[in-house]
């Protein structure tokens, strides 16, 4: 059985990326490694690397990206965790065998070349869970 390995990433949502930075950076001392803008998920997306793990700040583009829902609801906060996974596809297929309940029928694309699918809050306690295999260990 294919099993998720360590957190990869914790993504929390934010109006400005640059507000999130003035603490995330000057308070606290992280560094944003890069910022990369994702136009077909409609949103701008930070990492800042912490140890094994990275934080990404995400930022709407627009009010129809996927986090300004969740921004109008909350905003702000944690808005998914992602655990890396050697095999992302063999994941989904195991969890629809279980009947575990996704957002998507199929891992898709995500940031940096990963492969990501997301398992639905509902089914993980109120959390919204990515899966993401990096592009070297997609093999
Ligand atoms: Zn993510």
């Known amino acids: 059985m294919t099993k998720p390995t360590q957190i990869d990433h914790i993504a929390i949502a934010t109006p400005s990326i640059d507000e999130s930075l003035k603490f995330y950076e000057n308070a606290l001392g992280l560094q944003a490694a890069h910022i990369e803008e994702l136009p077909d998920r409609g949103i701008r997306v930070a990492m800042l690397p912490i140890g094994e793990a990275t934080i990404e700040l995400i930022e ?37 065998d279980k009947g575990v309940r996704l957002t998507a029928d199929e891992a898709a694309p995500g940031a940096h070349d990963c492969r990501v699918a997301f398992i639905h809050p509902k089914a993980s306690g109120g959390v919204l869970l990515e899966l993401t295999t990096p592009p070297e260990r997609s093999e």
Do not use: C, M, W, Y
């Not at 702000?76 to 095999?87: M, S, V, W």
């Not at 994941?91 to 629809?96: G, P």
């Open 60 to 96: 709407p583009l627009h009010d129809k990206s996927e986090v300004s829902g969740f921004l109008a609801k909350r905003g702000g906060g944690i808005h998914h965790i992602a655990l890396r996974t050697p095999d992302v596809d063999e994941n989904v297929s195991q969890l629809k």
